[in-house]
């Protein structure tokens, strides 16, 4: 069987060699074919090359080639032929049986003017180093463009090289990505100390060549004259040679790959940084490795999977310890500083003080491995004792309660792993633990991956995929069913998980009503019958009153439906009324006078968009500086009925004041007095978060496009049930990756961002509208089918506080009785 | 010696055609509430339509599906799965009663039990 490996960074040689390794019958004979005329080297430590190790201490492979491979050097593949299985290069073509990609990634070189100017560098390969250190011979000062792990590290080689060194962050801190700001600035403080110059919350705006050198330009910060500019802002996956072949990508860029690291491709595989599993690229070697092993394993007949690996990291940086492990922060984190040695320490712990969830060390990272080990357990003693280099025993002890709602152990956590529960779904049916509140499921999952057992991102028994892949796989294929979905890449008939998160997939994507034929039957209750079930079975109803602005006469219209239909009334928090205690057969009749008065969906009932709050602005405000409330009826009639992975709140705030709480939304807008400012990603609710700033005083025309975006990528990329605070922070980058994606166009994705949500905008109609129209749909609001108008018996209403409210209901705590 | 034939009485409920594959309606059949079902390959199954846990009387509008390949439904309250099969809860200790169901002329007719 012939092999073709395009590639022979850290990746391609560790695979080849595994392969040679483990491949004793001879069954593949192997060509590679490389790019770069040496073979590979050891990029993880490039700045030794500096350090005074020769390109041969560096290299990954004295010891020839292994045998049964051809290694073609300076040989960069142009063009793989799927069809014809062949890969082309200049030289001539190459057939293969299987072919592994394993191109690695480019240095990420941001789009600012200048950025060729002699005296630029990329930080990537030997013969980058070898251009460096050239040019910087007899210069005085260098400058870093990125302060995260690459950053640090050419900083580190402009300094071995005897320059003036200075370092320039986009983020607001230093390694954004492992970090958090206190953590960066004790790293800066450490770094500053060696005589390097750091500037955080900086950009680089322009480069100019003079005589003299460079001059950089940046934002909100000093002109830097500079001999040379090193760009090592991260690095982006090299998927070209597989976007041209036609195999699938992921949305941030990277060869999409399964578990099993084949692309849409059976016959291809990727691995190493250029592969994106479930849509994720991972930036380290280990990773790459792993995935290297589980190719191997696969073509010698195993059926190894790639489980997302441990971010955990420790590295020594500029000779300062950095380590990160688990979650960065917790709902409680316990910090010790002292800047006086240059150490930070921060443990992030369950919101009970019990389990170690992460942390991050800097300056000593000498607990990192007994820390490491005991994330999903108890802190044993206290954090000052971690920083020295001991190594306490944090073994979790066996009767250490994981889920306390259901009371289960440890022990019996590990008795259910051992009977054959090899993931969350087993464990919680098994034992009950996680069941409840939830909150113990990552402890579990760190159980179970303690036990050896890998763990998947798939949302269900039926489909082996994350969300974001059955999204990229039902737009890139174009499937418009689930039975075709389910046929052809799931099992069985779905569940409640699954069926509702294609079904929000499907509408996402504009296929009609959400009641339409097949789609019917995979809404969930809600969606189903277009109103919020309640505990007695009955619905609430809500109409949209975009940005909370109503006449009375749509005022008088809500009362008298509600007083005619007998339906308790209450305000909502989105400053709009939601109507109760409605039965299923009403709904019909309820919506025709609302839809006859002018009322559209509310949307309340589905993972949509909801509400834009608003105050009320300049238009009657003496503090008001900008019209919210126009904003909001505009930004809410814009979104309505957008489906996403779960529902999306916003507010418009008419000034600083910020009476509308747009911060705690999903996307927030707060006037200023030249425009508008932007926040995403708020959150009230179980884990309240503020907004981040994403935009400051841009105009309206900006402002909505900014939104636009945001709100397709987060529809394409995010979990299912997750709202845009989680997503954000899980976003390989963060806020900083959102903006570069959805204000810079990094990706080359916004224009198909924008005809996304112009197709959305184009597309809506009214869903309550639309079955009042259909009798096919109205024929499914009856109470029973043989006896359509007969109200469900079980179903009655005791009054209280001169309002109907369910007769059977939870004993309610002794109130204080109030006098009206 | 007295010879007991077991009879079931017979309720036609709704037209085949009437139900969505993969969903659920409620029929009253005498003074109880059923849950019918036509699964995907046009299969009928019919349960109690009170959810034992939350004691309403929704099991009919829940999401229809498998779970290892047996026939489940979802419970539209808080998502507990019944199996359509035996009326076992598959995640907490309850269970709901199954009624006989079939199709004559194209007419589903759910049976006492």
């Keep these: 069987m012939r092999l073709v490996v395009i590639g022979n960074g850290m990746v391609g040689q560790r695979f080849i060699e595994a392969l040679a390794a483990r491949d004793t019958g001879g069954r593949w004979s192997v060509t590679v074919l490389a ?124 300094r071995l090289l005897g320059l003036r060194t200075s370092v320039v962050e986009f983020a607001a801190h230093l390694m954004p990505m492992q970090l958090d700001p206190p953590g960066g600035a004790m790293l800066r403080s450490r770094i500053e100390a060696l005589g390097i110059a750091v500037h955080t919350g900086t950009a680089v705006t322009a480069i100019a060549a003079g005589d003299d050198g460079l001059h950089v330009d940046t934002s909100g910060g000093p002109t830097l004259d500079t001999d040379v500019l090193v760009f090592a802002a991260g690095v982006r996956p090299r998927d070209d040679l597989a976007r041209a072949a036609g195999l699938a990508t992921a949305e941030r860029g990277g060869v999409l790959v ?68 688990g979650q960065a922060t917790g709902p409680l984190d316990v910090v010790y500083a002292d800047p006086a040695n240059g150490l930070y320490a921060k443990l992030a712990l369950s919101d009970d003080a019990r389990t170690l969830l992460g942390g991050i060390l800097v300056g000593d990272a000498g607990a990192y491995g007994p820390l490491r080990a005991a994330v999903g357990g108890p802190v044993p003693g206290k954090l000052a004792d971690f920083l020295s280099a001991g190594a306490p025993d944090v073994a979790l002890p066996g009767n250490a309660q994981v889920c306390s709602c259901n009371n289960v152990t440890k022990d019996a956590v590990l008795a259910a792993v051992a009977d054959g529960c090899h993931d969350v779904p087993a464990v919680k049916a098994c034992t009950r633990a996680g069941t409840t509140c939830g909150s113990c499921v990552p402890l579990i999952a760190s159980l179970l991956a303690g036990a050896g057992v890998a763990q998947t991102r798939a949302i269900c028994e039926h489909f082996a995929f994350s969300r974001q892949e059955l999204f990229d796989l039902i737009r890139v294929r174009g499937i418009g069913t689930f039975s075709a979905l389910v046929a052809e890449h799931g099992t069985g008939r779905g569940c409640d998980i699954c069926k509702p998160v294609v079904a929000s997939i499907l509408a996402s994507l504009g296929h009609g009503h959400i009641l339409d034929g097949e789609q019917a039957a ?20 809500v109409p949209r009153i975009p940005g909370g602005e109503i006449t009375p006469d749509k005022l008088i219209v809500i009362g008298e439906v509600a007083r005619d239909f007998s339906l308790y009334t209450k305000i909502t928090g989105g400053q709009r009324i939601d109507l109760f205690g409605a039965r299923v057969e009403q709904l019909p009749a309820i919506w025709r006078r609302l839809v006859a008065a002018g009322f559209e969906s509310g949307h309340a ?43 999306i709140k916003s507010a418009v705030s ?34 309240p978060r503020h907004a981040d700033l994403l935009l400051s005083d841009v105009d309206t025309e900006t402002l909505v496009r900014t939104v636009d975006r945001f709100l397709v990528y987060y529809i394409r990329t995010a979990d299912r049930l997750q709202r845009t605070a989680s997503w954000i922070e899980g976003l390989d980058g963060g806020l900083d990756h959102l903006r570069a994606v959805i204000v810079d166009d990094s ?41 359509p108008a007969t109200p469900d018996p079980s179903i009655s209403f005791v009054r209280e506080r001169d309002q109907p409210v369910p007769a059977r209901r939870p004993v309610s705590l002794g109130l204080p009785e109030v006098r009206r | 010696m007295t010879a007991v034939v077991a009879t079931v009485l017979w309720t036609p409920v709704c037209r085949l055609d009437d139900l969505l594959p993969e969903r ?39 999401v ?50």
């Design chain 1, 654 to 687: 008419g000034c600083a004041r910020e009476c509308a709480e747009a911060r705690s939304k999903d996307f927030g807008i707060i006037a200023t007095d030249n425009g508008w400012n932007l926040y995403v990603g708020g959150n009230g609710g179980f884990r």
């Design chain 1, 747 to 787: 990706l080359g994705l916004c224009a198909d961002l924008d005809a996304a949500m112009a197709r959305h905008i184009g597309s809506y109609t009214d869903e309550w509208r639309a079955v009042l129209e259909d009798p096919v749909k109205l024929r499914r609001f009856v109470s029973f089918v043989n006896a």
């Design chain 2, 24 to 62: 659920g309606v409620a029929a009253l059949v005498g003074a109880q509430q059923v849950a019918v079902f036509r699964l995907h390959d046009d299969r009928l199954r019919a349960i109690g339509n009170r959810d034992p846990v939350s004691g309403a009387y929704v099991l009919s509008r829940g």
């Design chain 1, 522 to 541: 995979l809404q969930d209750t809600n969606d189903h019958f277009l109103a919020n079930i309640q505990r007695d079975g009955t619905y609430s109803v």
């Design chain 2, 64 to 113: 229809v599906g498998t779970r290892a390949d047996r026939p489940v439904v979802a419970s539209p309250m808080h998502k507990q799965a019944y199996d359509l099969d035996t009326g076992a809860c598959l995640d907490v200790d309850a269970r709901v009663p199954v009624f006989p169901v079939r199709v004559r002329d194209g007419v589903v007719e759910v049976g006492s039990p």
């Design chain 1, 258 to 325: 399964d578990a099993t690291l084949r692309t849409s491709d059976p016959a291809v595989f990727a691995i190493g940084e250029c592969a994106a599993v479930d849509g994720r690229c991972y930036g380290l070697v280990a990773p790459g490795y792993a995935m290297a092993d589980v190719v191997v394993d696969r073509l010698l007949g195993g059926g190894a999977t790639f489980s997302g690996p441990d971010a955990s990291t420790k590295l020594k940086l500029l000779g300062v310890d950095v380590a990160t492990f």
């Design chain 1, 35 to 158: 790019e770069e005329r040496r073979r590979a080297y050891d990029r993880v430590r490039l700045s030794a090359y500096f350090e005074g190790a020769t390109a041969d201490d560096l290299t990954l492979a004295p010891s020839g080639v292994p045998a049964g491979v051809d290694i073609r050097l300076g040989e960069p593949a142009l063009a793989v032929d799927r069809a014809a299985r062949v890969v082309r290069t200049e030289a001539g073509e190459y057939p293969y049986d299987v072919l592994v990609l394993a191109t690695g990634s480019r240095p990420f070189v941001p789009p600012v003017p200048g950025r060729d100017a002699p005296g630029c560098f990329a930080y990537r390969t030997l013969d980058d180093l070898a251009a460096l250190r050239a040019y910087a011979r007899g210069r005085a000062s260098g400058t870093v463009v990125g302060g995260g792990l690459l950053g640090l590290e050419a900083a580190n080689a402009l």
């Design chain 1, 605 to 647: 009932y589905g993972k949509a968009l909801r509400t834009v709050k608003s105050c009320v602005g300049s238009t009657w405000c003496r503090y008001g500086v900008q019209d919210s409330v126009g904003l909001a009826v505009a930004l809410e009639l814009r979104y309505r009925g957008l489906r996403a992975p779960h529902k």
